[in-house]
């Protein structure tokens, strides 16, 4: 029996969009960052524990008929990385029935991220911003403590999926594509990179942050355009692709 306990938001039974195939998407409550254009700030602050892992397994069990051969599991948040403990115990559970494994995450945790990297076999890993001052200005956080978590799983050969959400004004220019090609560069290995995402930033939050009384810095923020997002997407992809 495992009583290890986590606060967890919501479980998407299968969910599509984070990882590969069909997947159980956790998502846990708790972040250190304060994205401005988070949208699920009520995920913010850590919650009562509210599952075992004896619980969750035995609801992914049920659904991990429907994960074919791609799908499995996809730990998010909030900031998954605040419940490492309960992750190593779920997920040391979940490799004993062959289950796919991936990390969505910042990377703002606590350090030490060896033993739970170990056991994933996809980290999606969420790009903020690119310069120490930018970072800081989007998100509350340091770049310093997500490059940190960058390097362990580069140690340790993990594979990765890149995503950035477009912000009008911040990220939408090709001068900034041309920085985050060099930044990519810099600091993933490229050879484990499998996918690059771009999301155009959307209103979908707003409600949340005026029905939980949260001030929203992005109050007045247009959402970005889709089009304009594909075609800076095509225009990073070209430079990415041409000096590998
Ligand atoms: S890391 Fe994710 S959950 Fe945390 S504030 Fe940023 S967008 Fe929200």
Same mark, same amino acid.
């Given at each position: 029996?495992?009583?290890?306990?986590?606060?967890?938001?919501?479980?998407?039974?299968?969910?599509?969009?984070?990882?590969?195939?069909?997947?159980?998407?956790?998502?846990?409550?708790?972040?250190?960052?304060?994205?401005?254009?988070?949208?699920?700030?009520?995920?913010?602050?850590?919650?009562?524990?509210?599952?075992?892992?004896?619980?969750?397994?035995?609801?992914?069990?049920?659904?991990?008929?429907?994960?074919?051969? *791609?799908?499995?599991?996809? !730990?998010?948040?909030?900031?998954?990385? #605040?419940?490492?403990? @309960?992750? $190593?115990? %779920?997920?040391? /559970?979940?490799?004993?029935?062959?289950?796919?494994?991936?990390?969505?995450?910042?990377?703002?945790?606590?350090?030490?991220?060896?033993?739970?990297?170990?056991?994933?076999?996809?980290?999606?890993?969420?790009?903020?911003?690119?310069?120490?001052?930018?970072?800081?200005?989007?998100?509350?956080?340091?770049? *310093?403590?997500?490059?940190? !978590?960058?390097?362990?799983?580069?140690? #340790?050969?993990?594979? @990765?999926? $890149?995503? %950035?959400?477009? /912000?009008?004004?911040?990220?939408?220019?090709?001068?900034?594509?041309?920085?985050?090609?060099?930044?990519?560069?810099?600091?993933?290995?490229?050879?484990?990179?499998?996918?690059?995402?771009?999301?155009?930033?959307?209103?979908?939050?707003?409600?949340?942050?005026?029905?939980?009384?949260?001030?929203?810095?992005?109050?007045?923020?247009?959402?970005?355009?889709?089009?304009?997002?594909?075609?800076?997407?095509?225009?990073?992809?070209?430079?990415?692709?041409?000096?590998?």
């Amino acid at each position: 029996m495992n009583t290890c306990k986590a606060s967890i938001s919501a479980i998407e039974s299968l969910g599509a969009v984070d990882g590969p195939g069909l997947r159980t998407v956790l998502f846990f409550n708790g972040c250190k960052l304060r994205c401005k254009y988070c949208h699920n700030p009520e995920n913010w602050r850590m919650q009562e524990d509210n599952y075992t892992v004896d619980e969750i397994k035995e609801k992914i069990l049920r659904f991990k008929p429907y994960y074919g051969e *791609n799908g499995g599991v996809t !730990f998010s948040g909030g900031e998954p990385l #605040l419940h490492s403990d @309960f992750i $190593i115990e %779920l997920s040391k /559970v979940l490799k004993n029935d062959d289950i796919h494994l991936a990390l969505d995450t910042a990377g703002i945790g606590n350090g030490n991220y060896d033993e739970l990297l170990k056991l994933m076999d996809l980290i999606i890993f969420d790009i903020k911003d690119i310069t120490d001052i930018g970072y800081k200005m989007l998100t509350g956080g340091s770049i *310093n403590s997500s490059i940190e !978590f960058i390097e362990a799983a580069k140690r #340790l050969s993990k594979k @990765f999926w $890149i995503r %950035l959400v477009i /912000v009008p004004g911040i990220h939408d220019t090709k001068e900034y594509m041309e920085n985050l090609n060099k930044y990519i560069k810099k600091h993933f290995d490229l050879k484990a990179i499998e996918r690059i995402e771009f999301l155009p930033y959307h209103k979908l939050g707003t409600e949340k942050y005026e029905k939980y009384h949260i001030e929203n810095p992005y109050k007045d923020m247009e959402a970005m355009d889709k089009n304009k997002c594909d075609e800076l997407y095509n225009y990073f992809m070209k430079i990415y692709e041409s000096d590998q």
